[in-house]
């Protein structure tokens, strides 16, 4: 069959922390004022999105990675890697931690650990992100979290709309209230919730995994500088590579007039994030997720628009 880009249906999840945005900013056909997350991209079995069209309508993106892997460049892993989310958060996330690959291993069953990334798409002004804590050991992380003290313990980093957030496993993380992202993860599902405020749901306080998460959680957390990088001021109409690491490699393309670029990755997962233009002829806004599979070759993009791309490299 020949090289298509393959657009794909999200599937969105409802969440208390959840809001309207992904209805009716991206354009998402989905009910409810808590809609939390826009899993985009993902082969995952509780959210496996569906292609829209073309020649593989109807399928989903599990099936085609198990039964063309040739699309992504036949890469030696037994599922699609990544998951691609858009997180709109109205209210603070609890404070989790996840595991690695080996550990997720032994104690998840045999998932895939999670390393994730955050492109930081709109947020109050004043907004802050969890990244990291300030116990300096191990036997002080373990004091302060048999004693309760959490203010002193969770790392608070102020952010602003364009920053880059790469989460290593064992990074204690959350989102605030109000912070709208782009998420770029391993295929996995397995966190571990640390703190949740203290509050109740239906009465009662929501599980903790704190055993799980001591056995997790790094120590000493990386910089706070470390932790946060601003990309929102890249050179136009190029594929810019803002991160990579062994599990994915992120870019950033702002289409402003026109910009081609080659596509010379196994796969490359693509989610426009704001404006919209046309890509190689196809209509495209805010909100689109799409495939360009295993040797396309040359991407025309054109008008005015960003969007996160990821892949895995072999
Ligand atoms: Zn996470």
Redo the contacts with the bound molecule.
């Keep these: 069959m020949e090289k298509e880009l393959i657009f794909l249906d999200p599937v969105c999840k409802h969440n208390i922390w959840g809001g309207v945005k992904l209805r009716e900013a991206f354009g998402y056909p989905v009910e409810g004022n808590d809609i939390g997350e826009c899993w985009g991209i993902s082969a995952h079995p509780e959210g496996d999105g569906t292609v829209r069209d073309g020649a593989y309508k109807g399928r989903k993106l599990s099936e085609l990675w198990s039964e063309y892997p040739e699309l992504f460049g036949s890469l030696p892993y037994d599922r699609y890697p990544l998951l691609t989310k858009i997180i709109d958060a109205q209210d603070d996330l609890s404070i ?1 931690v ?1 595991p690695d690959d080996a550990y997720a291993q032994v104690h998840e069953n045999g998932s895939l650990g ?1 390393t ?1 990334c955050w492109y930081i798409l709109d947020c109050r002004e004043d907004a802050t992100i969890v990244i990291g804590h300030n116990a300096k050991d191990e036997d002080e992380l373990k004091a302060m979290v048999a004693d309760g003290r959490w203010q002193e313990l969770i790392r608070e980093v102020p952010i602003r709309k364009g920053d880059f957030l790469q ?1 290593d496993p064992g990074t204690v ?1 959350a989102i605030k209230a109000d912070t709208l992202i782009l998420e770029t993860q391993q295929n996995s599902a397995i ?1 571990y919730r640390l703190y949740d405020y203290g509050r109740l749901q239906n009465g009662k306080p929501r599980e903790l995994h704190i055993d799980k998460s001591l056995d997790v959680i790094t120590v000493p957390a990386k910089s706070a500088k470390e932790s946060v990088q601003s990309i929102s001021d890249l050179p136009k109409n190029k594929l810019n590579r803002i991160y990579g690491c062994e599990k994915y490699t992120v870019f950033k393309l702002d289409v402003d007039g026109s910009a081609e670029f080659a596509q010379s990755f196994s796969f490359l997962a693509a989610s426009v994030v704001d404006g919209e233009g046309s890509v190689d002829g196809k209509t495209v806004r805010k909100g689109d997720h799409f495939i360009i599979p295993f040797e396309y070759g040359e991407v025309k993009a054109s008008g005015q628009m960003s969007l996160i791309l990821s892949t895995v490299e072999a």
């Design positions: 989790q996840h999670k994730e989460i993380h966190t």
